[in-house]
């Protein structure tokens, strides 16, 4: 158990759905990331909230809307999206995105299939 | 470009000791990072190095030489619950993590 957990964990969805992930972080930390991890592949950073404030979009389809309502909770809408958006889907938090040693506790992830 | 090799899958046996390498280049650099994930589940932090040399912690090492580029994992007496993979990470200059492919290690007994 990290301290950050996510739902659901499982989620099929077609590609005409709309659905949404949700991350809760029980840390106290300031920042949050999406990171999408494909199978032997490394993670791909998706986006990055510092104290509720997106400071990272690292080129996401606008299919992918991250939403940031406070330090605790960050959501992943995901709309229209395709059969190659399949992956493991994981939410990060820590104490801010600087810093030594400044490590990342991740949740669990949510495993997305697009039909 | 930023990059970080690491070898995509190890065997070793149980008892044993394997060490893992990993090389990066990035823009900048503040500090690599190695993360366990078991199947399933999510990327556990083991070692964080900004300076050169060895950290250890228990069973596990980390090395650095940030001149080379290079950082390895070490892991003695393994146990089967070592059975994971591990992820390199590079922190670059805009503290972004850098991430590798990851290793998958298999543990025989």
């Known amino acids: 158990e990290t301290g950050v957990t996510q739902t659901p964990r499982h989620l099929v969805m077609g590609m005409t759905n709309k659905k949404s992930l949700k991350c809760e972080q029980h840390l106290g930390h300031n920042a949050m990331y999406w990171y999408k991890q494909s199978a032997k592949k490394p993670l791909e950073l998706m986006f990055v909230y510092n104290f509720k404030e997106q400071t990272e979009n690292n080129s996401v389809p606008s299919r992918f809307s991250p939403e940031c309502p406070n330090s605790s909770h960050l959501f992943l809408h995901l709309h229209t999206l395709q059969p190659e958006d399949s992956a493991l889907y994981l939410c990060?938090?820590?104490?801010?995105?600087?810093?030594?040693?400044?490590?990342?506790?991740f949740g669990p992830g949510t495993r997305l299939t697009v039909l | 470009g930023q990059n970080i090799d690491q070898p995509t899958e190890m065997t070793a046996t149980e008892g044993a000791i394997v060490q893992i390498n990993c090389t990066y280049q990035?823009?900048?650099?503040?500090?690599l990072f190695w993360y366990q994930q078991h199947a399933g589940e999510a990327p556990t932090f083991l070692s964080y190095n900004v300076l050169d040399g060895l950290e250890e912690k228990g069973r596990f090492s980390s090395f650095l030489s940030r001149s080379k580029g290079y950082s390895y994992l070490l892991l003695k007496e393994l146990q089967m619950k070592d059975s994971a993979s591990y992820l390199c990470?590079?922190?670059?200059?805009?503290?972004?993590?850098?991430w590798g492919a990851g290793t998958k290690l298999i543990i025989k007994p």
């Open positions: 990035t823009s900048g650099f503040n500090g």
């Open positions: 990060a938090s820590s104490q801010g995105v600087a810093g030594d040693p400044n490590e990342q506790f």
């Open positions: 990470a590079a922190m670059d200059s805009n503290y972004q993590l850098i």
